[in-house]
């Protein structure tokens, strides 16, 4: 037995464990209707701030647009800053472990967060070696960067581009790849008929750098923040890509529909430039879930979802 298939048992192991605890102390979830009538299909949203419909109000988010619209029960287990490794732990969770077991549809969200995080951290330190008498930590890099701050947001794109050949971003990669492909198999291990949706990664910055293009003082900015994004959301799709060929589960194309809104005048993100204030918030906004919801809906239109049996 090879170290894959290996992984993949023990996987299947601890969450046939956990499951079985769990439902043993009265944990599992479970969504039926009345009695006597047939069950509710459910859906189950894994992954990140995209997921969870961060910054947008109750009911905006995709995943509560297609719960709504396939008439399935929605049990969302997505939190804000997940990254594929804390994906990876919470699956290992009774609870997350019996929820992904009786769910008819799954959709996944990550990888955002693995690359966000590698970036910080390759700023905070290229940052702390320029500026000596003034060391800052990634988050207050992060802060700053958020907040449109102009001379931190010029420091960063003048040392973007080491970033694609930083130690930062191999690591990140390579967890990613390890982390996915785990996340992916040991789902479609203990759950083999599953909907399962995995969504590229967007450039939260292809209109925001349209927008700027012509500007005299933030276009080079903008170039090269889209550019590092670029790289980086081409390198984690192609992960992306791979893990869910390997496990059949769809892939719900966000990458190319927040593109091509882009080049038609729509802005699928929060990112924005107005009254000389520079917004470079990466999350999507309400057109943005919508083109998500869209993407997720024609998938589910052309495959059946079954309600397994108990």
Known sequence: M?????????WKKILTLTVALSMALGMAPAAYAQEGSQPQKTYVALGDSISTGYGLTEGVGFTGQVAEDNDLSLVSLASDGETSETLLTKLKDPASAAAVMKADVITITVGGNDFMNALYSFLQTEYNEAHSDAQMTAEQIKTQLLAGNLQMVSFAAGVLPGFASSAEVRAAAAGFTANLSQILAGIRAVNP????????????????????A??????DSAAAINEVFESGVTLLNGVIRKAAEGTEAYVADAYTAFRSAAEEGVNPCNASFAMMQLNLDFHPNADGHRIITELVNEILA???VDIPCD
Request: glycine content about 2%.
């Open 2 to 10: 090879n170290k894959e298939k290996r992984g993949r048992s023990v």
């Open 193 to 212: 008929d599953v909907s399962l949706i995995v969504a590229t990664q967007y450039n939260p910055y292809t209109y925001l750098a349209a927008q700027l």
């Open 214 to 219: 012509d500007n005299p003082f933030f276009a």
């Open 302 to 304: 052309d495959i059946p």
